[in-house]
């Protein structure tokens, strides 16, 4: 089993930023992509950015240009540096890596931290 523990979150005013920080922890083999996901209240679950265990990235339409994501495959351990945040960023956001074993893929997520954009 794998855990992953997100931090970072917080209150921030409009054109701040942030760095959320996730790092897996358990039974790791190799962990392949990595992402964040973010859930507003009422909304569905979104992908903000992912990525790969060799570094390509994929970033949703709305956070381009003000967020960045990063990893450190020796610590488990992805990131995502927010920039001039905006309300609509509020959001739980969300880590989520998977690792192949074998034939079969394990998909995992952290608890969650909470993002607020507000004045």
């Known amino acids: 089993q794998v855990q992953l523990v997100e931090s970072g979150g917080g209150l921030v005013q409009p054109g701040g930023s942030l760095r959320l920080s996730c790092a897996a922890s358990?039974?790791?083999?190799?962990?392949?992509?990595m992402g964040w996901y973010r859930q507003a209240p009422g909304k569905q679950r979104e992908l903000v950015a992912t990525i790969a265990r060799g570094g390509s990235t994929n970033y949703a339409d709305s956070v381009k240009g003000r967020f960045t994501i990063s990893r450190d495959n020796a610590k488990n351990s992805v990131y995502l540096q927010m920039n001039n945040l905006k309300p609509e960023d509020t959001a739980v956001y969300y880590c989520?890596?998977?690792?192949?074993?074998?034939?079969?893929?394990?998909?995992?997520w952290g608890q969650g931290t909470q993002v607020t954009v507000s004045s």
């Open positions: 358990g039974t790791i083999f190799t962990i392949n992509v």
């Open positions: 989520n890596a998977d690792q192949r074993i074998f034939t079969v893929t394990y998909n995992y």
